[in-house]
């Protein structure tokens, strides 16, 4: 059968495996992050599809946000956005396999790397079922999200590095360039593995021209829109650095003090089985238990002499290069190092394939469908318990339902209860993370308890003094929340008035006190 035939068939049956596995996966739909991506498309369609780096003064911080993902996105209809987002993501997932049979077809034709049919259709299973792209935190197939965006640019980055670092030439390099200008434009999570990659990757191969490509790919930035250059990398230095200060110290650090400590301290101190699970190293263990055999395997039966196969394992390893460099708490800032193992899996796939005996791919395979049958019994343990998805629901229907627009300006002292309102025709006000604060005090300011998922009362007294008119939700948790009764002593002239009650929220209107 002809090749392109074969690879074909492997694209259809891929996609159809992966879409049974995200049916039996059953994620919930959307999300505060769906929410959050839907504002920021909007704005772009009310710019006339144009990159947006003006923004009102109720949503500075979205100039943060990388907007190739959502100006694509801007040209969809809101239903189809609202109700039908996952089908971005499923096609993302399909041009990734198609990108992957590809890139088989490319090594056939330029190389001497022709696969037969079981080693295609092993390495298609390997890629297709590797547990670590389905974890419940991934977010990649619930509603919008660009991080299948950000993936499927890493491949194309990669696998044009791939040839790059074997043939070289002037238009790959461009054509890499490219690449890597698309993930500064479209998602922070590609941009940063770029920038840690092609570090390690200059190194292990001698081409450190590669170490042009980021600062080249700014200069094309500020060529291509300087004002929303000059924003976006404004809002990112002080996102990061308030991260770094002031959020991480506060939050992640209380929750897991380092990921590396854990084996010789934390594990033997809380032996709680969940916290050693969530411990990324052991989600990438347990996730993506292939591509780490043939990472330390590779020095057993591999050969560094054949380049082909050495460039391959010098891909795979930037995966894990970058996983070991935000697991560090200097890096913890730029976001779950477990991530990052995703870019690898291709190469991991190959490398597999090509380096051990059929029995062992099978046995990975297996594994493999094990661990996502665990991951589909326990899928509830990293979300929100359905009953409190419906109380949300309740909520944002019961006020789109009685919408005023005098009162759309909308408060919670629930920071994630906010994000949500994103989709309705409620203006949320939160927190600007994304600008200068002079120190931790300055920042903690506008959270509640130094824990940035919950809003202070006096972030809530200032906004609701700078609307005037508006709606307020507080989520009355008293365990970790607080009431309104933490707000009235310090209204002023500014008064509530009690609407209902919809689980532990309680909702108001609030505007200027009456004088007769």
């Known amino acids: ?49 144009y990159f947006v780096s003006n923004f009102n003064v109720f949503n500075q911080h979205l100039v943060v946000c990388p907007q190739l993902y959502h100006w694509i996105c801007s040209f969809f209809s809101d239903e189809f956005l609202l109700r039908k987002a996952n089908w971005i ?24 790397l022709e696969l037969n049919f079981l080693e295609i259709l092993l390495a298609n299973l390997l890629f297709i079922t590797l547990p670590i792209a389905y974890v419940i935190w991934n977010a990649k197939f619930m509603g919008l999200s660009a991080r299948a965006f950000g993936l499927l640019l890493v491949y194309g980055y990669l696998f044009s590095l791939y040839f790059y670092l074997l043939f070289g030439g002037v238009e790959l390099f461009v054509v ?155 890096a913890r800032f730029l976001g ?7 870019f690898g899996i291709p190469f991991a796939s190959l490398l597999c394939v090509l380096l051990f005996p059929l029995w062992v791919n099978l ?24 009953e409190h998805i419906k109380i949300r629901e309740e909520l944002i229907t019961y006020l789109q339902n009685n919408f005023n627009k005098e009162y759309s300006h909308l408060l919670s002292n629930d920071h994630e209860i906010a994000r949500h309102f994103y989709i309705t025709s409620y203006e949320p006000h939160m927190p600007n993370y994304c600008k200068f604060y002079k120190n931790r005090e300055d920042f903690l300011s506008n959270y509640y308890q130094g824990d940035y998922h919950r809003i202070s009362p006096q972030y809530l007294l200032n906004e609701m003094k700078l609307c005037q008119r508006g709606t307020l939700i507080l989520y009355t948790n008293l365990l970790k929340f607080y009431s309104e009764d933490a707000l009235i002593p310090n209204l002023g002239d500014t008064q509530l008035i009690y609407l209902t009650n919809i689980g532990k929220f309680k909702i108001f209107r609030f505007q200027p006190q009456s004088h007769l």
């Open 89 to 112: 993501g499923y096609t993302l997932m399909g041009l990734m396999i198609l990108s992957f049979n590809g890139f088989i077809y490319l090594c056939a034709f330029y190389l001497d």
């Open 336 to 342: 779950e190092p477990q991530r990052y193992i995703e």
């Open 176 to 330: 890499i360039l490219l690449l890597v200008f698309c993930c500064l434009l479209g998602s922070q999570f590609a941009y940063q593995f770029v920038l840690f990659s092609s570090i390690f990757i200059a190194i292990l191969s001698s081409s450190y021209e590669i170490l042009l490509l980021i600062p080249l790919s700014v200069i094309v930035l500020f060529i291509f829109n300087y004002s929303y250059a000059l924003r976006f990398f404004s809002t990112q230095f002080h996102h990061k650095r308030n991260y770094a200060k002031f959020m991480i110290k506060d939050c992640h650090f209380k929750a897991r003090f380092s990921i590396w400590r854990d084996f010789v301290y934390d594990f033997w101190v809380k032996k709680d089985k969940n916290y050693l699970l969530n411990n990324p190293v052991f989600e990438v263990l347990i996730g993506a238990f292939a591509a780490c055999l043939v990472l330390v395997g590779y020095w057993w039966v591999g050969d560094s002499s054949e380049k082909e196969i050495w460039i391959m394992y010098i891909l795979l390893s930037s995966s894990f290069f970058a996983f070991l460099v935000t697991s560090l708490r200097v």
């Open 363 to 386: 046995l990975l395979i297996v594994g493999n469908i094990l661990v996502l049958l665990w991951y589909i019994r326990n899928s509830q343990f990293h979300r929100q318990l359905p």
């Open 1 to 49: 059968m002809d090749l392109i035939a074969i690879l074909l068939i492997m694209c259809l049956g891929s996609f159809c495996i992966f879409l049974f596995i995200v049916k039996n996966m059953d994620y919930p739909y959307g999300g505060s992050d769906h929410a959050y991506h839907f504002k920021l498309i909007k704005f772009i369609k009310q710019n006339k599809h």
